[in-house]
């Protein structure tokens, strides 16, 4: 996809025997995946979206054009994108995800400490995983104190990791 859309979702699976979704929200408020109008998969398909009840893992919904279970179960896996123009500005202090990958990281004496590969959340907070350029992947815990600084418009991260996170 490109830099102007940004992944909101995913179809986790079919739900149900008529063609609804388990849909994976990744926005702030969930309900909100179904506000932005129709969403772009990353097939090239375009669906509006109508929302049912919280159901494990995710909400129940309806695609349109989707018909049937197995046609429902043909969309695992796929990413849900929407224009960027379509999302709601953020105050200085928040990103978007996507805004985040592929920054230089470095430390607060400047040493490169790599790029920024993906943005993590299992459960506990938001960790950046950071691909140096030698040597395995390293999980900065996105907070205040660990990244004091995003410059978005330099395109770099400044992060202050915990002592013996990285060697």
Known sequence: M???K??????AGAFGVR????????????GAIATYGPLLAEDGRSYSV????????GIAARLSGIETREAAEALRGQRLYVDRDR???????EFYHA???GL?????????????AAVLNHGAGDLLEVRPPQGAAILLPFTRAVVPTVDLTAGRI??????????
């Not at 063609?19 to 969930?30: N, Q």
């Not at 109508?50 to 893992?57: D, I, K, Q, R």
Request: some cysteine; aromatic content about 2%.
């Open 2 to 4: 490109d830099r102007n």
């Open 19 to 30: 063609g609804e979704v388990r849909l994976k929200s990744f926005c702030a408020e969930p």
């Open 99 to 101: 805004d985040l990958i």
């Open 158 to 167: 400044v992060a202050d990791p915990p002592e013996g996170l990285i060697e």
């Open 104 to 116: 230089e990281v470095r430390d607060a004496g400047g040493a490169l400490l790599g790029r920024v």
């Open 87 to 93: 999302l709601p500005a953020l105050p200085d202090d």
């Open 50 to 57: 109508s929302l049912g009840p919280p159901v494990t893992n």
């Open 6 to 11: 940004v992944c909101v979702g995913a179809i």
